[in-house]
Antibody, heavy 119, light 108 residues
Framework: QVQLQESGPGLVEPSQTLSLTCTVS??????????WSWIRQHPGKGLEWIGY???????YYNPSLRSRITISSDTSKNQFSLRLSSVTAADTAVYYC???????????WGQGTLVTVSS | ETVLTQSPGTLSLSTGERATLSCRAS???????VAWYQQKPGQAPRLLII???SRATGIPDRFSGSGSGTDFTLTISRLEPEDFAVYYC?????????FGQGTKVEIK
């Protein structure tokens, strides 16, 4: 059974960098032609795709966030990570990690972690 | 970017009734790559429908999807108590992938 678990600070100060890690179990992030993804949901709002890292290490980012995002992976720990720089209150959201296959939707999701941007 | 507009915003129905949810895209979705998700409070979205019409693994057959091009529909034939939730459509045929704003199905 594939499981994903987000971890990281729940509170980030404005202008700082948000850093989250997703730990994957039941699947290897370095094989299987999967895209390992980050998605966020603003409080009471819809979902926004942030970006993903392919099993080869290639990354794909939402153009609206591209200038502030870095997604990386640590295959030795079977983890992938999100860094979002220069955060503002508008980045307050529940952040989910998820998996998808090529030309498919997101089939496995983490439980999500709330990140609040505030001083 | 492909904007997905879901309607209605809220659907008030009773158990046993039929629910019809709409998702309209601002441009043609390539290969009808549209998915539907169910989300309950405090939970991650759950994948229901793939490729506009195929149920995901383990999804009951009261859930069905239809549509192509720019207009897509999720139908729940007979609402069960556990079906009251928020439903999102997503398109993954055009880049960037986008989601609709959601339709809440609430108990009447």
């Amino acid at each position: 059974q594939v499981q994903l678990q987000e971890s990281g600070p729940g509170l980030v100060e404005p202008s700082q960098t948000l850093s989250l890690t997703c730990t994957v179990s039941g699947a290897s992030i370095s094989s299987g032609a999967y895209y390992w993804s980050w998605i966020r949901q603003h409080p009471g709002k819809g979902l926004e795709w942030i970006g993903y890292i392919y099993y080869t290490g290639s990354t794909y980012y939402n153009p609206s966030l591209r200038s502030r995002i870095t997604i990386s992976s640590d295959t030795s720990k079977n983890q992938f990570s999100l860094r979002l720089s220069s955060v503002t209150a508008a980045d307050t959201a529940v952040y989910y990690c998820a998996r998808k296959f090529s030309s498919s939707p997101f089939d496995y999701w983490g439980q999500g972690t709330l990140v609040t941007v505030s001083s | 970017e492909t904007v997905l507009t879901q309607s209605p915003g809220t659907l008030s129905l009773s158990t046993g009734e039929r629910a019809t949810l709409s998702c309209r895209a601002s441009q043609t979705v390539s290969s009808s790559y549209v998915a539907w998700y169910q989300q309950k409070p405090g939970q991650a979205p759950r994948l229901l429908i793939i490729g506009a019409t195929s149920r995901a693994t383990g999804i009951p057959d009261r859930f069905s999807g239809s549509g192509s091009g720019t207009d897509f529909t999720l139908t729940i034939s007979r609402l069960e108590p556990e079906d009251f939730a928020v439903y999102y459509c997503q398109q993954y045929g055009n880049s960037p992938e986008t989601f609709g704003q959601g339709t809440k199905v609430e108990i009447k």
